[in-house]
């Protein structure tokens, strides 16, 4: 079935270091891909989209493109601060039948001052 | 403003006892859906509901139960027959059709006395 893989964390930055959080998945098909972020005791917000390869979704400074070839679809930002500290998962839905999400475990980021 | 509403934010469960969380939404989505989140293991799926009237289990919906009566609301019951019910609860509600992202509430915390 369907699955994505995420790095492990927690990742620890200072404030203003460049953001990597590597996401990878299977699927048949062509999924749609997401980056969701939660912040402590709160639900899940949607951070940005891409629904076809090669696609850049961007929103808040954070970027992913979508890499059909090598089945990824990493999580940059140039230069975080504090206030970027959560957990950030990234999901994918198939583009067939229901729309069920299929999320990663989750990548917990730091971001010290 | 328009959002989701999970009801109560911190819950409390006896032995044997069922209990129900609450989950409104005024966005007009016709899909809904609820996870179950616990640390390490991202999210998983319950129960979801396309339309009103009609539900699906998910990927763990043995010991939970759920209704779709109206189209705003979409409550989830933790039956005593769940054994193993501490979790955090998530619901969510999405637009029908391809690459509709969701939209989370805040969560419910359910504890064990």
């Known amino acids: 079935g369907d699955s994505v893989t995420q790095m492990e964390g927690p990742v620890t930055l200072s404030e203003e270091a460049f953001l990597t959080i590597n996401c990878t998945y299977t699927a048949t098909g062509y999924p749609s891909l997401f980056w969701y972020v939660q912040y402590p005791g709160e639900g899940l917000q949607l951070l940005l989209k891409a629904t076809k390869a090669d696609d850049k979704g961007s929103n808040k400074g954070f970027e992913a493109t979508y890499r059909k070839e090598t089945t990824s679809f990493h999580l940059e930002k140039g230069s975080v601060q504090v206030s970027d500290s959560a957990v950030y998962f990234c999901a994918l839905t198939s583009n067939t039948g229901f729309q069920k999400l299929v999320f990663g475990t989750g990548t917990r980021l730091l971001v010290s001052p | 403003d328009g959002g989701i509403t999970q009801s109560p934010k911190y819950l409390f469960r006896k032995e044997g006892q069922n209990v129900t969380l609450s989950c409104e939404q005024n966005?007009?989505?016709?899909?809904m859906y609820w996870y179950r989140q616990d640390p390490g293991q991202g999210l998983r799926l319950i129960y979801y509901s396309q339309i009103v009237n009609d539900f699906q289990k998910g990927d763990i919906a043995e010991g939970y139960s759920v209704s779709r009566e109206k189209k705003e609301s979409f409550p989830l019951t933790v039956t005593s027959a769940q054994k193993n019910p501490t979790a955090f609860y998530l619901c969510?509600?999405?637009?029908?059709?391809?690459?509709?992202?969701?939209?989370f509430g805040d969560g419910t915390r359910l504890s064990i006395l």
């Open positions: 966005l007009n989505h016709d899909a």
């Open positions: 969510a509600s999405s637009e029908q059709g391809t690459n509709q992202p969701q939209h």
